[in-house]
Antibody
């Protein structure tokens, strides 16, 4: 069974940093591109960042470019999001999501984690 | 960026009736080399992550009831629930995955309720 479990969320002050993790199991993690998607309270879905299976291709939404860094460790079946210079508008539930086709970057998201809440507030 | 616009923003349908949600993209998401529309539909129930329903605009994900169907091509797409069930109350999102490099965008969501 495919499982994605996020962790690392919490309350952080504006300008602070946080590192999110996503532990994957039940599939060959190293064969799939992965993504972070966020959802502000009561709002819609916003794609944040993508990373290809071998980390060769990395992309960011303009809203987080220069502040967030996506990475993965295929040996540990884990995806990460380092978030720096956090702002109030970064407050959201952050989901990790798998691309539904192996070895490509662009694709639909077939599995999602339960999400981890990041709150940026003084 | 490709902008995805859904209509309506909210919808109330009687149990057993048809529900139709529309999604329009600001540019075509049809990739000519493989004739595939890079468009997906998701369902999100309160307190839960999104769930994939439809991909390639019309391919139903495994385990999704056949009352859910997707149609359309190019810039105009539709998600249809043929006979609404109580468990279908949710917010529905369309998403394009055509952009290269990836700049995935979602529609604003359509809230579906029981009339």
């Amino acid at each position: 069974e495919v499982q994605l479990v996020e962790s690392g969320g919490g309350l952080v002050k504006p300008g602070g940093s946080l590192r999110l993790s996503c532990a994957a199991s039940g599939f060959t993690f190293s064969s799939y591109s992965m993504n972070w998607v966020r959802q502000a309270p009561g709002k819609g879905l916003e794609w944040v960042s993508s990373i290809s299976s071998s980390s060769s291709y990395i992309y960011y939404a303009d809203s987080v470019k220069g502040r967030f860094t996506i990475s993965r460790d295929n040996a540990k079946n884990s995806l990460y999001l380092q978030m720096n210079s956090l702002r109030a508008e970064d407050t959201a539930v952050y989901y990790c999501a798998r691309v539904g086709v192996t070895m490509i970057v662009e694709g639909y998201f077939d599995y999602w984690g339960q999400g981890t809440l990041v709150t940026v507030s003084s | 960026d490709i902008v995805m616009t859904q209509s309506p923003d909210s919808l109330a349908v009687s149990l057993g009736e048809r529900a139709t949600i529309n999604c329009k993209s600001s540019q075509s998401v049809l990739y000519s080399s493989n004739n595939k529309n890079y468009l997906a539909w998701y369902q999100q129930k309160p307190g839960q992550p999104p769930k994939l329903l439809i991909y390639w605009a019309s391919t139903r994900e495994s385990g999704v009831p056949d009352r859910f169907s997707g149609s359309g091509s190019g810039t105009d797409f539709t998600l249809t629930i043929s006979s609404l069930q109580a468990e279908d109350v949710a917010v529905y999102y369309c998403q394009q995955y055509y952009s290269t490099p990836p700049g995935y965008t979602f529609g604003q969501g359509t809230k579906l309720e029981i009339k």
